[in-house]
Structures are given as structure tokens and as C-alpha cells.
């Protein structure tokens, strides 16, 4: 069984920043890959960024040059730097990761307000 906790949502100004980390734990043989998805109200989920075990990255256009993720000094933790934040990027957000099958995170809310 593995569990994926995140923390670091928050309610933010547009224009600033907030980090997300999503720790993951129990029974890990080997990750292949962690991301970060999210869900606005009425929205269907998508994929926000995404992190390899090689270190390949993929990103949303939309949040390309804002948004980064990396991974911890732990293999096991992933953390989402979001700078400039706007408005639409209000959502919650939920870290994945591949671990055997995919595994989510119960979500974090991030509400950015204009």
C-alpha cells in the first residue's frame, strides 16, 4: 500500500507564489514517474506537470514558465514551485505517482484571488 500526502495549498494574491510538496510513502519498490495534476469546478482533471525517474519533465502550455517541479532530496518527494500565479489557475491539485499503478493524493486547494 502507498499513501501520497500533499501540503502547501493556500489562498494567494494573483501575482504571487506557493509551493506544493507531495510526500509519498509505504510499500515503494521503484517510482517511475510523479506529477501534479489539477480540477477547477466543472473542469475535467488535467495534467499540470510531470516528473520521470530520469529527470524528463513535462509541462501544461499553460503553465509553462511559471510552474516547476522537482524532486526532493528524498526520492519519494515532489514538490510544484508556482510563481505568477493567476486566477485560472484555481483548482485543486493532486499529486500522482507511478509506483506499479498510478496512486493520487487526496488534493490540495489552491485558490488564487485577483
Known amino acids: 500500500q502507498v499513501q501520497l500526502v500533499e501540503s502547501g495549498g493556500g489562498l494567494v494574491q494573483a501575482g504571487g507564489s506557493l509551493r506544493l510538496s507531495c510526500a509519498a510513502s509505504?510499500?515503494?519498490?521503484?517510482?517511475?514517474?510523479m506529477a501534479w495534476y489539477r480540477q477547477a469546478p466543472g473542469k475535467q482533471r488535467e495534467l499540470v506537470a510531470l516528473?520521470?525517474?530520469?529527470?524528463?519533465?513535462n509541462y501544461a502550455d499553460s503553465v509553462k514558465g511559471r510552474f516547476t517541479i522537482s524532486r526532493g532530496n528524498a526520492k519519494n518527494t515532489v514538490y510544484l514551485q508556482m510563481n505568477s500565479l493567476k486566477p485560472e489557475d484555481t483548482a485543486v491539485y493532486y499529486c500522482?505517482?507511478?509506483?506499479?499503478?498510478?496512486?493520487w493524493g487526496q488534493g490540495t486547494q489552491v485558490t488564487v484571488s485577483a
Open positions: 500522482n505517482a507511478g509506483i506499479g499503478t498510478s496512486y
Open positions: 516528473l520521470t525517474s530520469g529527470g524528463s519533465t
Open positions: 509505504g510499500n515503494i519498490v521503484s517510482i517511475s514517474y
